[in-house]
């Protein structure tokens, strides 16, 4: 099953065949097309959706594709992310919103600050975003944890930055480093790694990059990005404290739920992988994100709804009111996935594959980590880098040792996460939940991924003096 889910990881976000435009052209194409999105944006104020479509559409033409491949490149992009991202944060727009109407948010975040000095609350919430990503895909965990980030921000006083941005650091370094995440497993399966091992590795890596990027660099993004706390997840204050909340346990059980049923699944990966008996595949379906986010929405109405006091019309006026708000956020997400898949299909990725193919001279870890920086700024896709860069770099892997070879998959995955711009997804999904413009989103977004993936490779170099070098 672990072998069957790597193929199709590695066959969905394989590079398009090889590039036909001139490398020179390709390059022109990536830097054309990320200038008008940016133009169009500051200058023009044009909505970024629109932005980013006229962006592909440059990129794609001035790259060398034909116009109708363009438009079908664009739509396959946001068609794709819409299959995915898009689903998972309308579900979780749902249960952010009855999580906060039913007064369940209130409590949690109640019990965090109450019980946390104002110091320690950003490594707090650190370890909340680490916790919850362990298991959990990075978009999921941000649209689950969102509700909690701004209502904590409201109710302790601190700049957003503070509270955001660790939750955040917590959620990436895992998503990059630790399986069982897709990049460390594609990369794991490609490269022959050991799983555990590089299970270990990734946790003792994280921990450090987490502290770093998050709470420590929060406390300078505070004071560049000085911004308000955004209108989401608002609930309607004098109703609830008119009626009972839901527990402390019920609302932290509503929130784990998903968490847990996603880590059963990847459990259940590791210990069979191979074998299909009845409960492993009801694990794996109940595993599946938007599964996992089903089912706790579903939960929420029991746990949160009944649980707070809401009647059968005030549940259904909760979840009609989650979707508007998020609609903008949605429809760039998408964009922001069509224009990736554009630069993707014009074949740059293979290009800057190529040149680092030919590199000598280099230490592999700081070459597989180049590889896929390069790959994943070119593409804005995590997933493609990691598989690009494990391509390249496996016949390397036959002069390395064990804990070598897991070293190397961790530092395609802190390459992999370096650099967010304007041609990710996820640069987007933070930019419009936080509220930010686009050069606030590049002051702490962009740097905090940077900082993710320089300290986790900083972490890996430092681990290899340790585990030996080549075998």
Not at 178 to 188: E, K, Q, R, S
Not at 243 to 251: E, H, I, L, M, T
Not at 348 to 356: E, F, H, R, S
């Amino acid at each position: 099953m672990l072998h069957t889910t790597l193929s199709r990881l590695a066959a969905a976000a394989a590079p398009a065949p090889h590039p036909t435009a001139p490398e020179g052209q390709l390059i022109l194409a990536a830097i054309v097309g990320i200038a008008v999105i940016v133009i169009l944006i500051t200058w023009l104020k044009l909505h970024p959706f629109l932005s980013l479509l006229l962006g592909s559409l440059v990129a794609g033409l001035v790259g060398g594709m034909a116009a109708d491949a363009v438009v079908a490149s664009f739509i396959t992009g946001f068609g794709n992310t819409m299959g995915s991202v898009g689903v998972l944060i309308g579900l979780g727009a749902m249960y952010g919103k009855l999580l906060a109407d039913s007064g369940g948010a209130d409590r949690i975040v109640d019990t965090l600050v109450s019980r946390t000095s104002a110091r320690l609350l950003p490594w707090t919430m650190g370890a909340v975003g680490a916790i919850i990503g362990l298991p959990m895909f990075f978009e999921v965990g941000l649209v689950l944890l969102m509700p909690v980030i701004i209502l904590v921000t409201r109710r302790s006083g601190l700049p957003l930055m503070r509270i955001a941005l660790p939750t955040i650091a917590g959620l990436s370094a895992m998503h990059g480093l630790v399986p069982p995440h897709p990049g460390p497993l594609v990369a794991i399966g490609a490269l022959g790694a050991n799983l555990g091992l590089t299970l270990a590795f990734g946790v003792l890596v994280a921990i450090p990059t987490i502290a770093i990027a998050g709470p420590l660099f929060s406390k300078l993004a505070a004071r560049w990005v000085p911004v308000g706390v955004p209108d989401l997840f608002v609930a309607d204050e004098k109703e609830i404290e008119t009626r009972r909340r839901p527990s402390f346990a019920a609302a932290l059980v509503s929130i784990l739920l998903p968490v847990v049923l996603m880590l059963a699944k990847a459990v259940a990966d590791i210990a069979s992988p191979d074998a299909a008996p009845v409960w492993k595949v009801a694990v794996d379906f109940l595993g599946t994100p938007v599964i996992a986010l089903t089912v706790a929405v579903l939960a929420g109405l029991f746990l949160l709804g009944v649980g707070g006091g809401m009647d059968r019309k005030a549940i259904q006026t909760s979840l009609s009111a989650s979707l508007p708000p998020i609609a903008g956020i949605i429809f760039i997400v998408g964009a922001g996935g069509g224009f990736k898949q554009v630069l993707v299909d014009t074949g740059i990725g293979q290009v800057i594959a190529g040149w680092a193919t030919g590199a000598s001279g280099i230490v592999v870890l700081l070459l597989a980590w180049t590889v896929a920086a390069l790959i994943r700024v070119a593409t804005g896709s995590a997933t493609v880098a990691t598989v690009t860069a494990a391509g390249i770099l496996l016949p390397l892997t036959e002069h390395l040792s064990t804990p070598m070879i897991s070293l190397m998959v961790l530092a395609i995955g802190a390459g992999s996460v370096f650099l967010s711009h304007v041609n990710d997804a996820g640069f987007w999904l933070v930019k419009e939940y936080l509220g930010l413009d686009i050069p606030q989103t590049l002051k702490s977004w962009t740097v905090l991924e940077c900082l993710v993936s320089i300290v986790g490779l900083a972490g890996v170099l430092v681990l290899s003096l340790f585990v030996g070098g080549l075998g």
